[in-house]
C-alpha cells in the first residue's frame, strides 16, 4: 500500500472516531504519517484531559493498527 493510500485509510478511521471524541467536547486532528507511525493532536476538552492518553491508544490507535498493518503507532504530539 503507498503511502497516500495509508493515509487515506487512517484519516477514514480517525474520522470514524472522531464522534465520540466531539461528543465529550475535545477533537483529533490528523498531522502526518512518517516511518509508520501517524502523529495527531487532540485539541479542545481532550487537550489536557487525564484519559488523553487512553483515548489515543486505546480508541485511536488501536482502531488504526487493526485496520492499517503498516502503521505501528499512533503519537499525540502536544
Request: one cysteine or more; aromatic letters at 6%; glycine letters at 4%.
Amino acid at each position: 500500500m503507498s503511502d497516500e493510500e495509508i493515509i487515506q485509510n487512517v484519516k477514514l478511521i480517525i474520522n470514524k472516531v472522531r464522534p465520540y471524541i466531539q461528543q465529550d467536547g475535545g477533537d483529533c486532528i490528523f498531522l502526518e504519517y512518517k516511518n509508520h507511525i501517524v502523529y495527531i493532536r487532540m485539541i479542545g476538552a481532550c487537550e489536557h484531559c487525564v484519559s488523553q492518553e487512553f483515548t489515543v491508544k486505546n480508541v485511536i490507535e488501536d482502531s488504526i493498527l487493526e485496520s492499517v498493518p503498516e502503521v505501528v503507532a499512533v503519537v499525540n504530539l502536544v
